[in-house]
Nanobody
Framework: QVQLVESGGGVVQPGGSLRLSCSATESTFNAYSMSWYRQAPGKERELVTTLILSTGNTNYADSVKGRFTISRDTDKNGVVLQMNSLKPEDTAIYYC??????????WGKGTLVTVSS
């Protein structure tokens, strides 16, 4: 069973940067898309960004446009989320999500990002 493993969360000051990684445990896993979601305390889980692997097309939530960048990590069969100019409202648990070419959904367990001075 394929698992998605996130890493890179932590505590950062406002204006700082963090880089999150998500890797699939099986090198043969082929995803149609990979995304990052986040869930802040007391709020619904929301979509942050999606990468369509076959085309390279991406989309971003308005709240992160111009600050966050998703890219493919072929070495780890996953994706990286570069987060710059972080704000306190970016504080959340960040989850990696993938949809396989067969239409199966996979979720990681999440990594906590805290933006605080």
């Amino acid at each position: 069973q394929v698992q998605l493993v996130e890493s890179g969360g932590g505590v950062v000051q406002p204006g700082g940067s963090l880089r999150l990684s998500c890797s699939a445990t099986e090198s043969t896993f082929n995803a149609y898309s990979m995304s990052w979601y986040r869930q802040a305390p007391g709020k619904e889980r929301e979509l942050v960004t999606t990468l369509i692997l076959s085309t390279g097309n991406t989309n971003y939530a308005d709240s992160v446009k111009g600050r966050f960048t998703i890219s493919r990590d072929t070495d780890k069969n996953g994706v990286v989320l570069q987060m710059n100019s972080l704000k306190p409202e970016d504080t959340a648990i960040y989850y990696c999500h993938a949809i396989s070419n067969g239409g199966v959904n996979y979720w990681g367990k999440g990594t906590l990002v805290t933006v605080s001075s």
